[in-house]
């Protein structure tokens, strides 16, 4: 009985003492808990005015206090946000306005260059080579307003091979300025063959004569005028061939030793254009109706240029079973010199 009635005391007097000490202790330490609270949130939050407040107002008050600091902190960090996002989007649109200013200013750089001087016409660049002499040149249809060549060729490797072969000529654009014919003349010694090939070409075209021409395209004029030369006498003069061309246009010839006027690759009882062999045909070795001429040097001349000459006699002369590329003997019987030309406005567009 002794020893539960010691246990119950000792039991009763510990809870006492217990209860004694929680009393008055309790405010030293919730001021201590506020304190250590309060100094905590104070470093957080920078202020240190909450902390004394703290603890006059006791744990609650202290609580209190950082709770409403907490929401003051997370709500101008919000504004703060909102801010730097605003800031931000401000910064992405002046980007974007700066980005499209800078668009103009290219589009107008841009603007500028096509604006600008244009490029200067690139030279005519024409090869040609002729059995056996020949010039060309550019002008309207009652002249000739220049005059290149005048090259005799007396050999048939002048004629024919890469060595000293077909002469390519650079024409400055502006020769052909205002001109509407591209003008060949030519004449042939009394032997075995005679004919003319070659290709005029400039790049984007020139005026209206396309961007390349060839001999044996369609529109080809020729004016067979009865005046003869030979290689080695030099040829007709630009004089001699422009009052030919007037006669030419008056049909003023005569029809016993000339076309008297221009005819076309259909032709007239005084003659025609015919269009011959391309620069494909391989070479047997000798001179036939329909073979009459070697390959000429294929490094420079364009193999769908074709020969070109002036048929006497269309009716019975028919290539390539009997040929008027071939001297069939006489006393000039093909009515040279002759004068080729073209219209600008009768070439066709390139394919």
Known sequence: MHTPRFEFL?????????????????GGSDDEVGETQTGSESDSSGTSAEGSSSEESGSSSSESGSESESEESTETETETESSSESEGESADTEGESA??????????????????????????????TSDNA???????????????????????????????????YQ?????????????????????????????????GGLMGFGEDVLTGDEGWEVCATGSNYNPGSGGPSLDVINTNIVDCNADALSPDTSSVGWVDDVGTEYGAVVFGEDNT???????????????????VMPEEAKWMWFNWDPANVV??????????????????????RLAAD???DPQ
């Open 281 to 299: 045909t391989p070479y047997d070795g000798s001179a036939k109706a329909g073979n009459e001429f070697p390959l000429v040097c294929q490094d």
């Open 134 to 168: 020949y010039g060309f040149g550019y002008g309207t249809e009652s002249a000739m307003a220049n005059y290149y060549g005048g090259i005799e060729n007396t050999t048939a490797g002048q004629i024919f091979n890469c060595n000293g072969g077909p002469e390519t």
């Open 346 to 348: 009768l070439i066709p």
């Open 99 to 128: 980005d499209t200013e800078g668009e103009s200013a290219d589009t107008e750089g841009e603007s500028s260059e096509t604006t600008g001087e244009e490029e200067p016409e690139s030279d005519i660049e024409v090869v040609i």
């Open 10 to 26: 000792t039991l009763a007097a510990a809870l006492s003492l217990t209860f004694a000490c929680t009393d008055d202790g309790g």
């Open 171 to 203: 024409i400055p654009a502006e020769a052909a300025d205002n001109a509407s014919y591209l003008y060949i003349v030519t004449w042939a010694d009394s032997s075995t063959t005679q004919g003319v090939i070659a290709r005029f070409r400039r790049d």
């Open 319 to 340: 290539w390539p079973n009997q040929s008027p590329f071939l001297w069939p003997g006489g006393s000039n019987p093909d009515h040279q010199f002759l004068i080729f």
